[in-house]
């Protein structure tokens, strides 16, 4: 007779904590801990691994025999993962399973999934309307990710405005700032407008730090900020911070620098392309943390040439791993191969969240940091 203690699903790995998955069998017993890295002197590190540990008294982790998503797919309806109530995902399991949409969601729901865990902010990997047909509730870490994406968006902004990259270039090549004459000069952030389109947590953390700098910020959302940040009830215009909403034409006329802080969904695809950066101003700087998609690259890469946009800092892009080549071969402009979150602390904290949420699933049927999408879902009883 099987045990009735649930499973969890883990798919891709909990870094910080180097787990191991265990042998294919047995399969029905608790996972034990098999660090495989030497402690590197955070103390964080062992709170990830008890918390992860702590999980095997309430559930059975097993993980998929799979490594691409055809197989994946057939995993699921073969009933591998029969009685798994929950899942964690990491951003790199799509390697593993595909987008999480269509039958892989129909077939973790037969299974019995009520829960998939995702480990990082932007959640368009999944499908959510399709989740919420089937029942399943998705989580995300919106606020772990907060500081240090808000940091490299601030650094790529700098770079871009500047003009830092064509100099580090030519020092690396043991040119001093250029063959023959030095780089154009930069502008100074001190008095620019800064456009925020996305102000959430990360766009509100990004504007704190820009308006120390001298920096005005403008935003735009679907809804302003209301009390707390929501962007809707009473309180319109609490928790901005300073900051000031206009309309979305609005923001790319006034800001001197964009920066794409919003998520990837079919409202934000391409949200700046040709037409968008024909209204900004002649010169605008473009900075982009959030999803490669939410930006037109042929278009930001024609802007680039003609010198309507001046320089971009981009760290995320359309078809990673793959760049653009009329990014990687234009010297004014800054790049990052998806550094936003590479810290060890927002890692752990991330992961320490994740493991939260799944822990919340378990033990209570909800989750902590339920997508904005599923606020009418209703838990089961």
Known sequence: ???????????????????????????????????????????????????????????????????????????????????????YRTFQSVEITGRIEGGVVEALAAAGVRFIAHNGAGYDQIDVPACTTHGIHVSNTPTAVDAATADTALFLLLGALRNFNS??????????????HPPPLGHDPQGKILGILGMGGIGRNLAGKAQALGMEVVYHNRRRLGKGGEGEGEGEGEGEGGARYVGFEELLRESDVVSLNCP??????????????????????????????VMDEEALVRSLEKGQISSCGLDVYENEPSVHPGLVDNPKVMLLPHMGTWTEETQMGMELWTIGNVRCALEEGRLRSRVGEQRDLAYDS
């Open 264 to 293: 990837l969904n079919q409202g934000t695809w391409h949200i700046l392309g040709e037409k968008e950066f024909g209204i900004m101003k002649k010169g605008a700087v473009v900075v982009n943390t959030a999803r490669g998609a």
């Open 1 to 87: 007779m099987s045990s009735a203690k649930p499973k969890i699903l883990l798919l891709g790995e909990i870094e910080q904590y180097a787990f191991t998955p265990p042998p294919p069998l047995p399969t029905q017993i608790p996972i034990k801990s098999q660090n495989t890295h030497s402690d590197n002197g955070y103390a964080n590190s062992a709170q990830a691994r008890t918390e992860f540990d702590s999980l095997s008294s309430l559930a059975y982790v097993i993980t998929p025999k799979s490594s691409k998503p055809a197989d994946f797919l057939s995993e699921c309806r073969s009933g591998a993962f029969d009685g798994a109530k929950a899942v």
């Open 167 to 180: 100099p580090l270039l030519s020092l690396r090549s043991n040119n001093w700032r250029g063959s023959s």
